[in-house]
């Protein structure tokens, strides 16, 4: 009895505690990157006429994500049933029914399992800030209400089907009947070559920088666009976003291990010396180019050492992931200067950092890869494999971001009056602003042409 007994206890699933406080903890820091780190990096670098607008862009995919993550995005993702390798079946878990018990979402040996739920969280706050980057690229010139429904179409029709193919087990992840293995071969059921994409470089990255540039091509460009000095209005919040960014990047790339252990360490550096080497790639080309390292500078070189290692973390030693990050640096300040050459208006660079760093961090994990990449002596397999997942990511996203812009574009129309964004969005679409400064200085005096007279108060 006492055989049989215990031979039953070890065959039932134990929760690991340390790896579910770890999961929910990183779950809670990528919430923080979307709100307020996003919002507060993306905030400060609109007019200060339309940074609540940006703010609320944020807020607003956020919550339409949150419903609708939880009613069929994470049983599209990651459900029981494959169709066709592109999305999961949304009725397996809808409103995450069956999602009660315990689960080792990618079979580590040595730990015991997390509360599915815990894992749903994690992946939930991804979906959230893979729409709200894309709010970037249209910046200034769009309806509240059809970016809400924007928002909660293409996390269905776009983010849902990537992050099935690379993480769920579809086209683009490791799976026997995946692109990989179709290309190279299986063994025991999985691909001889394993797509690298620890932390979202496809799926959240490419992902969103695309369709950033998409939709900014379909809105169309801002009334002085290329004529107009359109600045930031508040660096020092563009300072704090990207701080609070960099701060829940850990969150974002670390968690992704999914339990607390020497990857989770290596990821850790690896995410915090590709940042450190990407600002001052970025600062570098600044004061090559322009004569001046710019604080914005310093901030979007943050985001786009952040955005390159995203993939490649988990992969990469420290050595190589200074080398991706310094690359990605160079690479992002240069390519945010070609909007004005090419003449889409991607507002806030989402696509000189979202796409260009994100596309390099993926590929670059090919080459950078202690076990299978190129530079180490491994062949070309992983490099061209990344390439081949990279430019399926683009495409798919590409044209499902098109379809779904030129619809809501006869449907709802995407442009505000072009009154409104020349004298500001946050009045109309919100009945607010940011600012009382006018107010406030006739309320002081300050607004006054009289002259003050001695003795007068201040």
């Known amino acids: ?173 490791s799976s026997e009947d995946g692109l990989s ?47 107009v000095a359109m600045r930031p209005h508040n660096v020092p919040l563009v300072m704090i976003g990207a701080g609070l960014l960099w701060f829940g990047w850990f969150g974002f790339n670390a968690g992704s291990e999914l339990a607390p252990d020497g990857t989770a360490a290596l990821v850790w550096i690896n995410t915090t010396v590709a940042t450190c080497a990407a600002m001052l790639g970025w600062l570098l080309v600044e004061k090559l180019r322009d004569g001046h390292a710019t604080s914005i500078g310093a901030a979007s070189g943050v985001v786009a050492g952040l955005v390159a290692i995203t993939p490649a973390c988990g992969a990469l ?44 961090g993926t590929i670059g994990a090919g080459l950078l890869s202690t076990s299978t990449g190129l530079l180490y002596g491994h062949g070309v397999k992983q490099t061209l494999l990344q390439i081949i997942v990279a430019l399926a990511s683009l495409v798919y996203a590409g044209a499902v971001t098109l379809v779904i812009a030129l619809a809501l574009k006869a449907a709802m129309g995407w442009r505000i009056d072009r009154d409104i964004e020349v004298s500001g969005i946050d009045s109309a679409e919100h009945a607010e602003s940011a600012y009382d400064l006018v107010s406030r200085a006739g309320r002081l005096g300050l607004g006054s042409s009289r002259p003050r007279t001695e003795g007068s108060p201040s």
């Not at 992050?163 to 086209?171: R, Y």
């Not at 695309?210 to 002085?224: E, M």
């Not at 690479?331 to 596309?359: E, I, N, P, Q, T």
């Open 1 to 173: 009895m006492v055989t049989a007994l215990s031979a039953l206890a070890a065959a039932e699933p134990t929760i690991d505690y340390a790896s579910t406080a770890f999961v929910i903890v990183c779950a809670s820091l990528v919430l923080l990157m979307t709100a307020p780190g996003l919002a507060l990096f993306y905030g400060g670098m609109t007019r200060a006429t339309s940074v609540l607008n940006m703010m609320m862009m944020s807020f607003g995919a956020f919550g339409v994500v949150g419903i609708l993550y939880v009613l069929y995005g994470y049983s599209m993702s990651f459900g029981p049933s494959d169709l066709g390798g592109i999305i999961a079946n949304p009725f397996d878990k809808f409103g995450l029914s069956g999602t009660e018990g315990l689960v080792n979402p990618f079979g580590y040996e040595g730990y015991g399992d997390i509360p599915e739920l815990a894992f749903v969280g994690f992946q939930l706050t991804f979906a959230a800030i893979t729409v709200a980057l894309i709010s970037g690229a249209v910046a200034d010139r769009v309806k509240f209400s059809t970016w809400l429904v924007f928002s909660g179409l293409w996390m269905t029709l776009a983010y849902v089907p990537i992050a099935h193919m690379v993480w769920g087990g579809g086209l683009l992840s």
């Open 181 to 227: 293995a179709m290309i190279f071969g299986a063994t025991d059921g999985v691909a001889d070559v394993v797509p690298i994409d620890f932390a979202g470089g496809t799926v959240v990255h490419i992902n969103a920088g695309i369709a950033g540039l998409v939709l900014a091509l379909v809105v169309g460009v801002r009334v002085g666009f290329g004529s």
């Open 317 to 360: 030693s420290p050595i190589g992931s200074i080398i991706l990050g310094a690359v990605a640096g160079g690479l992002s300040a240069y390519a945010v200067g070609l909007k004005f050459r090419f003449g889409f208006d991607d507002s806030l660079d989402v696509v000189g950092v979202h796409l260009v760093s994100g596309l390099w």
